[in-house]
């Protein structure tokens, strides 16, 4: 899932000091797992910027809502509606950054901000703790390495490792972070296919990755007419 | 305002005083290690730390929510935690006038 955490309140209240009705709206999927901007958190941000306000003797009123999810159509629907009928002059997502541009292209002529930082694709290692394990590149290589990504959980992406900075499973970077290629040696050992590291990964094409700039995904049966405006999914 | 358990309370509930213009919040809960269930008292105490940090977010002392623990009946308890937490606000509310002027 796509994990991120809340940013600071006084960052946030920077984005919306000049606004008087501010709407907080969290989103009901990744955001919510990893603690960032659910209902829970909108309450929370809702309750800290009133506190902050009255503090100023400030006039401003925060509305709360949490949509299932802010990054497809249907669950943003209503949402131009409820802001225009409410006087809504700025709105706060919780939502990951993907859930920031769709509301901004919903929305059109009322500012949206980011209230939290996203941060990248993980899983849930234990409760409370998220750790990045895809990149998002465009070209699954995980057949090749037992399943762990050598993209995203090597500090240096590297095809063939590791590199000298391995030292006892951690990566120099810092003795916290698990070395991606000692984990991939270990589980291809696991694995009884270890031998398959001998063969050396020929340097990759990066523009399936965001080096070739936004990406776009047409399913075929979803989106028939859409097809041959980008790549079709497989 | 009585609750049926402190832990109940989340950190939306530990900031609604502050929103209506209260200058603290004491929260009064069993004494410690009677609670029949094992983490409850973890998660309060997590909730109100986090609570905490979101006064001190935006420039309040965190100081100004306490936590007590009842040590008997929980009514004879309530008087003197009042006058201590009331005591400790007198002197945040002069030290924080202080420093806007």
């Not at chain 1, 949490?66 to 943003?76: D, L, S």
Request: hydrophobic letters at 40%.
């Amino acid at each position: 899932m796509i994990v991120a955490e809340r940013k600071p309140l006084a960052e946030i209240r920077g984005f919306v000091d000049d606004y008087r009705r501010i709407l907080i709206l969290g989103c009901g999927t990744c955001a919510t797992v990893c603690l960032a901007g659910g209902e829970a958190e909108v309450k929370v941000v809702a309750a800290g910027l009133r506190i902050s306000f009255l503090r100023d003797e400030k006039e401003v009123e925060i509305l709360e809502d949490c949509v299932t999810r802010q990054c497809e159509p249907e669950f943003v629907a209503d949402l131009p509606r409820k802001v225009q009928d409410e006087g809504v002059g700025a709105v706060v997502s919780l939502g990951c950054g993907v859930g920031v541009n769709f509301l901004a292209q919903t929305l059109e002529t009322v500012p949206v901000f980011p209230g939290v930082n996203t941060e990248f694709f993980g899983a849930a290692v234990e409760p409370g703790v998220w750790l990045e394990m895809c990149a998002g590149c465009g070209n699954c290589i995980l057949h090749l390495t037992g399943g762990i990504c050598p993209i995203a959980r090597c500090s240096k992406s590297i095809l063939n490792g590791p590199c000298g900075g391995s030292r006892d499973g951690k990566c120099e970077i810092n003795p916290e972070v698990e070395c991606g290629w000692a984990l991939i040696v270990e589980r291809m050992k696991k694995l009884g296919t270890l031998d398959r590291l001998a063969e050396i990964l020929p340097p990759r094409d990066w523009s399936t990755s965001h080096h070739g700039g936004p990406r776009k995904v047409i399913h075929p049966e979803a989106a028939p007419a859409a097809i041959g405006q980008g790549k079709a999914e497989q | 305002m009585l609750v049926p358990c402190v832990a109940r309370l989340s950190v939306a509930d530990l900031l609604s005083p502050f929103e209506v213009g209260a200058d603290g919040l004491v929260v009064i809960g069993c004494s410690e290690g009677s609670c029949l269930y094992p983490t409850a008292e973890q998660r309060v105490m997590e909730r109100i730390r986090r609570a905490k940090g979101v006064l001190a977010e935006i420039g309040l002392e965190s100081e100004r929510i306490d936590y007590w623990r009842t040590e008997r009946s929980a009514e004879a308890s309530w008087t003197a935690f009042w006058e201590l937490s009331q005591r400790k606000l007198s002197r945040i509310r002069s030290a924080s006038e202080e420093r806007r002027r």
